[in-house]
Each structure stands twice: as structure tokens, then as C-alpha cells.
């Protein structure tokens, strides 16, 4: 039977992870990190690579190198932590405000109109 770790306890299984670790290399093995800490807590405890991800970005000490590639799919919200984004606008050469990229406002991913993350490394920031 699976259970499903609080927020805070996630918090504290990254922080452990990395402290052990020092970085990790892909999504997958941050994963695998962060779940050997959990099950120090409870050996039920699981954790999707979703919210892995969500959780790590927003933490706050992790800093994410990502990789990205392009896709033809507007971004609408943040691709890796689901936050909202904010609208990066530069001037073109006429003078017109044009949209260059997004921030996000609450795990502060940064990428292109048409970019989306592909790969993931994981360190402390
Ligand atoms: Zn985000």
C-alpha cells in the first residue's frame, strides 16, 4: 500500500538527497534520490516524477540546468512546475513591444515562446 508524503517531508528528503549526492544528472535518478530518503521516513512512501519535479524547482536550493528543444505548442503555463508565467518583452527594431519569453513567477524557469524542457540536471543553487 502507497503513501503519498507531505510537502514539507518531500523538502526534506531533497535536501537530504543532494546533501548525499551532491547533484544528479536526470529526472529519473533525482527521483530515486529523493525516494531512498522518503522511505528512511516511511517505507510506503512514494513519489511521482511529476511531482518530484514540481517540488524541486520550487524548493527554492536546487538549481535546475535544463535543456530544451523546440516545440510548435504555445506555452500557456509553466512547463516544469506549472506555476504562472510572466511575459518577457523586449523592442524590436521598430520600436514595438514583442514577447521574447516567459519567467516563471514561482520556480523562475526561463525559455523561449516555443521552447519547451527536454532534459534535466540537478544541483544545489
Ligand atoms: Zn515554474
Known amino acids: 500500500m502507497y503513501k503519498i508524503p507531505k510537502e514539507e ?10 546533501r548525499k549526492y551532491g547533484s ?11 525516494l531512498e530518503e522518503l522511505k528512511k ?10 511531482r518530484a519535479r514540481i517540488l524541486t524547482a520550487r524548493s527554492g536550493f536546487v538549481k535546475l540546468e535544463i535543456k530544451k528543444r523546440h516545440t510548435k505548442k504555445k506555452v ?3 512547463p516544469v512546475c506549472g506555476g504562472k ?5 523586449n523592442l524590436n527594431l521598430e520600436g514595438k513591444q514583442v514577447i521574447i519569453g516567459y ?6 524557469y526561463k525559455g ?14
Do not use: W
Request: hydrophobic content about 30%; aromatic content about 12%; overall charge positive.
Open 9 to 18: 517531508e518531500i523538502r526534506k528528503a531533497i535536501y537530504r538527497a543532494l
Open 24 to 34: 544528479f544528472s536526470s529526472l529519473s535518478s533525482l527521483r530515486l534520490g529523493i
Open 41 to 50: 521516513m516511511d517505507e510506503n512512501y512514494t513519489i511521482s516524477m511529476k
Open 76 to 78: 500557456e503555463k509553466c
Open 85 to 89: 508565467l510572466k511575459e518577457i518583452r
Open 103 to 108: 519567467r516563471c513567477t514561482l520556480c523562475n
Open 112 to 125: 523561449r515562446v516555443y521552447e519547451k524542457p527536454t532534459r534535466y540536471s540537478f544541483h544545489f543553487s
